[in-house]
């Protein structure tokens, strides 16, 4: 598998991770666009949120539990912050593994570019 965040999921690649259970990582990103700038991915290969079904439910629902946990290790739960999942070529994912990027420290604006 050449996927990147498979890599990073195996240790082939290395990362700052802020957080790993058996399901999932959180890690920063390489080109923070804010303070704080993390990616939380399944270690399971999705290429996107398109590809998830039904089986990954449960999955997705413990992404975004952990997502609120992370930002409380973070020190950001209280003043606010942003979480994105870029899908497809309109939508600028640029890294075809799901993955939900956190941003805070700043004030992110609205709407997005
Ligand atoms: P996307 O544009 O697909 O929503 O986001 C992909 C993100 O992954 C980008 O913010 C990019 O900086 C980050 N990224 C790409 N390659 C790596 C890498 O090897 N390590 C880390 N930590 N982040 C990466
Ligand atoms: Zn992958």
Not at 83 to 110: A, E, P, S
Request: with cysteine; glycine share 6%.
């Amino acid at each position: 598998m050449s996927c990147i965040f498979c890599k990073i999921v195996n240790n082939e690649l290395p990362s700052q991770k802020v957080y790993e259970d058996d399901k999932i990582i959180a890690f920063n990103d390489v080109h923070p666009e804010a303070p704080v700038h993390v990616l939380v991915i399944p270690k399971k290969h999705l290429a996107s949120i398109r590809e998830a079904t039904e089986e990954d439910k449960e999955l997705l629902g413990h992404i975004q539990l952990k997502i609120v946990e992370i930002a409380k290790q973070l020190k950001v739960y209280d003043e606010g912050f942003r979480i994105v999942v870029n899908t497809g070529d309109n939508g600028g994912q640029t890294v075809n593994h799901l993955h939900y990027h956190i941003f805070g420290k700043r004030f992110m604006k609205w709407p997005p570019g």
